[in-house]
């Protein structure tokens, strides 16, 4: 067995306690208290430095904004000044060359604007200084009215006087500038755009103010120029520390003003253009525009002064922003930004100095402790590696350290420890192997049991649905045959045998379904009491067959009209009065609906405008008297395939019916609670939730009626049906050929390709699992080719699964139909996809002076002779949804006209309805 132990040229002369070695840690003390004596002093000098900061933005801000406010002040002191001398009479707008020696000599006179003029209604134009700046000639320039789309440029005297013409431009339309439109705009002194001269080059912008004579009429717009270079100049003179600066932008980012560049803009050839402040040359202007936008996300959205800080190559710069308004139009924002750096280097040198300081501590401290890290590190480390080997497999280590008393004793017990968990590793690792087995063993066995349990269903799901595919089909066909009329009854047997044992398979499918966590809530709008009747009428001929009373009722305060999953809601309901009905022998079956009202409704009931009138909370109870339930059986009665000892000895059902009812009710936001009692009968209720809905929100169904031809003038639609089972394709062929459509069938994919070449059918029923070739590839061979593309190619499929539609679908497929095909929906896809017309079979009426079912036509008059008239209109019109509306205005006394009405508009007996209230004597339709 290996042994590690410590080299002797690291071992001490004797044995001392770990408690004299730790003593040297006050070397950690002694530069714990210098670094937090250090770091104090900074973070105060930082303070110090972020208030001088901040008072020096603030003051630096105000002796910007108190300068803007004189500057721009000036320009409408000047309109002002002009206009009151126009009001006066001082002044005659329509003398121009008088205006313009006054603009000549008023621009001389103020400073901080260089060029005044003036613009008629007329379109002249007049204007006198130095537009080009003080370096430049005085100039006054002239839109005379004989050419109104004309300036000319003239060298003036001192007095203002044209002289030498400079230069003329066409196309200066007055009534067309911006500052002459501004001024209308707004009918009161404003500011215009700013603009560049190019030729100076220099940047302006334009202070005007409209003239009105004393009826109010529009005379002309006075303006004048306010160069900005003033602002950058009165910036620059500004000391902001030792690199700080200060610019102003407007609104959209471009620079009015900088405190560093030479000019706000840039002339590229020849053209002037404004410099966006995130695109400056200057990188510190540049990186303070980008934060403020980062910050802010538009410039646009500061709203009031903000005081920030942003890092700049790691240095901390200070940043105040400040919104600048006037009143007359301008936006602008004052921006100032401070370097830390500038602030910091004396407080930086104390910092050093403190830091050297700190370090000679610490050097003193670290040789103290390089000689307690010699005696103690190496036998940790020793330790820490024989821990790490028995963390990687390897139990054989054994650690020797000596001269540390209590370092030894710790390297005992590790020796200890290793042999014991050496030991009972080796019983562990053979108890594992055993294990591991069997579960592996386990693992393979339920792996398998799956995949049988899914290609069970889907083998049984094919196999099962594709003969019923005939049968039902078949079924169809003879009940429609005339010829048939005698065998109509044991036709029907056969069709309702044929659904119940597709309702069998539906329910062990959809158990899969539920296990498979596939389950959706799909919530439709529906007539919850037609519910409730439908499933009546469907289990009363069960019930009274055994003699039994059936009875459904429902509070008066629960709603008639529902948002909710109606087809589960009603599979639920069916699952359990039926199996009441199967187990019950005598007595009755109940089934009652209330609403339940809970404390926050009636909390809400004196605030109708705190209730939640949409949401109601619904409890079913289905009670009988039949053999009830013994208590062992209740916990079980919910599983999968599980029966109770009634339900082994009736021999009826799967034993789902009850598990898949839970889950939907669970999905419905409830769940089922069962009482019973051996001999007494049996109650079960559940809860859900629902949402209240409107009689005009109804989902309706298209009126069916049976397919019996072609309407003339319509192409000879050519129709392939490909299934390798003859039965299938011997359904489609008798069900399409008597209409007049062309037809051919081939019973593999490699066939289905073949047939298509040759005959370009317009649309394909396409079995999707045969042999040779399956459906899928020959979809896409077909599809592979441009002439595919017009060929319609609808699945029939006998898988039950959703997931399959997506597949199909994939592989080319336009549609998706599953087996049994119902004959509605193949004529409905042709419809669909191909725009075939049928023709529908005529319901013959049937004049008597009793209506069918026993019901008199009296019963008519007891409604409004308005409301008969809306009943005959809408069922001439074959409009259900209309017809439910009116059947729910009927007064609960007159249950037998209501129910008999409502059944006929399911049954899409329109017909019916007309002959009844063709009866009435004297009645003449509208």
């Not at 100039?139 to 300036?151: A, E, K, M, T, W």
């Not at 004579?213 to 602002?231: H, K, T």
């Amino acid at each position: 067995m290996p042994s590690l132990s410590i080299p002797r040229r690291l071992r001490l002369p004797r044995k001392v306690s770990l408690g004299s070695v730790l003593v040297v840690p006050f070397v950690l003390q002694v530069a714990l208290v210098v670094g937090l004596t250090s770091y104090l002093s900074l973070r105060n000098g930082q303070q110090a430095v972020n208030n001088v900061a901040a008072q020096l933005r603030q003051e630096t801000m105000a002796r910007i904004q108190q300068q803007l406010d004189q500057y721009l002040a000036v320009p409408f002191l000047i309109n002002q000044i002009n206009l009151d001398a126009i009001a006066l009479g001082i002044l005659d707008v329509n003398d121009l060359p008088a205006l313009r020696r006054y603009f000549t000599r008023q621009a001389a006179a103020f400073g901080p604007v260089d060029f005044i003029f003036y613009g008629t209604a007329e379109g002249e134009f007049a204007g006198g200084g130095w537009p080009e700046g003080r370096d430049a000639p005085l100039q006054v320039q002239i839109v005379s009215q004989d050419q109104p789309n004309l300036i000319r440029f003239y060298v003036a005297d001192a007095e203002g006087n044209p002289g030498r013409l400079i230069q003329s431009s066409p196309n200066f339309l007055v009534r067309q500038r911006p500052w002459y439109t501004a001024a209308l705009r707004t009918g009161k002194p404003t500011w215009g755009e700013i603009f560049t001269f190019q030729a100076f080059p220099s940047m302006a912008i334009p202070a005007s103010a409209p003239v009105f004579d004393r009826s109010g009429r529009l005379q002309g717009v006075i303006a004048n120029n306010f160069f900005l270079e003033q602002i950058s100049d009165f910036l620059k003179t500004l000391k902001i520390g030792k690199s700080g600066q200060t610019f102003i932008l407007d609104r959209s980012g471009l620079i009015i003003a900088s405190s560093t560049l030479d000019r706000p803009f840039v002339v590229e050839s020849g053209v002037a253009k404004r410099i966006e402040a995130v695109n400056s040359a200057d990188p510190l202007l540049r990186s303070t525009a980008r934060h403020l936008r980062q910050q802010f996300g538009d410039f646009r959205q500061i709203r009031e002064s903000a005081q920030l800080e942003f890092r700049l190559a790691g240095d901390r710069q200070f940043l105040q922003v400040l919104p600048y308004q006037d009143g007359r139009g301008l936006d602008w924002l004052i921006v100032v930004v401070v370097p830390e750096a500038d602030f910091m280097e004396e407080i930086q040198a104390n910092t050093h100095r403190t830091i050297l300081l700190t370090l000679l501590a610490l050097i003193v401290a670290i040789a103290l402790g390089n000689l307690t890290a010699r005696w103690i590190a190496q036998p940790i480390l020793r330790l820490n590696a024989a821990a790490r080997a028995i963390k990687q497999g390897d139990l054989r280590q054994t650690v020797e350290v000596e001269n540390i008393r209590e370092l030894e004793i710790l390297a005992n017990s590790f020796n200890q420890m290793a042999s014991e968990l050496r030991a009972s590793f080796e019983e562990l690792e053979t108890r594992v192997e055993a294990r591991t087995a069997e579960l592996r063993t386990a693992k393979d066995l339920a792996d398998s049991a799956n995949r049988a349990k899914s290609d069970f269903l889907a083998r049984m799901s094919h196999e099962l649905r594709t003969p019923l595919n005939a049968i039902l089909g078949f079924t169809q066909l003879l009940l429609h045959n005339p010829e048939m009329q005698s065998g109509n009854n044991e036709l029907s047997i056969i069709s309702r045998s044929g659904e119940h044992l597709l309702d069998l398979i539906n329910d062990i499918l959809e158990m899969s379904r539920i296990e498979a966590g596939r389950l959706t809530y799909q919530a439709i709008n529906f007539d919850f009491y037609r519910l409730l009747e439908a499933v009546e009428d469907m289990l009363q001929l069960r019930a009274s067959s055994k003699g039994l009373t059936l009875s459904i009722t429902h509070a008066d305060n629960v709603p008639r009209y529902l948002h909710s999953d109606e087809k589960k809601l009603r599979q639920v309901l069916i699952n359990l009065l039926g199996n009441a009905i199967k187990f019950t022998e005598a007595g009755h079956v109940q089934l009652s609906v209330q609403r339940i009202i809970s404390e926050s409704d009636l909390a809400a009931g004196d605030r109708p405008e705190e209730a939640d009138d949409t949401e109601v909370h619904l409890l079913f109870e289905v009670s009988d008297t039949g053999p009830g339930i013994a208590p062992a059986e209740i916990d079980s009665i919910f599983e999968a395939f599980a029966q109770t000892e009634a339900g082994r000895k009736a021999d009826q059902g799967t034993g789902l019916g009850l598990p898949i009812s839970l889950k939907f009710v669970q999905l419905m936001g409830g769940t089922i609670q069962v009482r019973s009692a051996l001999g007494k009968g049996s109650t079960f209720s559940f809860d859900i939730y629902a949402h209240t809905a409107e009689s005009a929100d109804l989902d309706t169904q298209a009126l069916t009626q049976r397919v019996v031809g072609l309407e003339p003038d319509q192409p000879t639609y050519r129709i392939l049906v490909v299934d390798d089972r003859l039965t299938n394709r011997q359904l489609l062929l008798q069900l399409l050929r008597p209409l007049g459509f062309e037809v051919r069938e081939a019973q593999n994919g490699q066939e289905a390709v073949a047939v298509w070449e040759a005959w370009q059918p317009h649309l394909i029923w396409m079995d999707m699992r045969m042999p040779v070739m399956d459906g899928y590839e020959a979809t896409r061979q077909i599809k592979a080719h441009l002439r595919g593309q017009a060929t319609i190619i609808i699945a029939l499929t006998a898988s039950a699964f959703d997931e399959e539609r997506a597949i199909v679908l994939s592989a080319g497929c336009d549609d998706f139909v599953r087996k049994p095909m119902r004959e509605n929906i193949i004529f409905g896809k042709m419809a669909q996809f191909l725009g075939v017309r049928y023709i529908y079979e005529e319901i013959a009426p049937q004049p008597v002076a009793i209506a069918s079912d026993g019901l008199s036509a009296d019963l008519l008059l007891s409604m409004p002779p308005s409301w008969i008239d809306q009943l005959y209109d809408a069922a001439n019109q074959v409009d259900n949804r209309r017809l439910s509306e009116l059947i729910a205005q009927i007064p609960e006394q007159q249950v037998t006209l209501a129910r008999t009405l409502l059944q006929w508009v399911r049954n899409f007996r329109c017909d019916k309805i007309i002959d009844l209230v063709e009866q009435l004597d004297g009645y003449r339709a509208p």
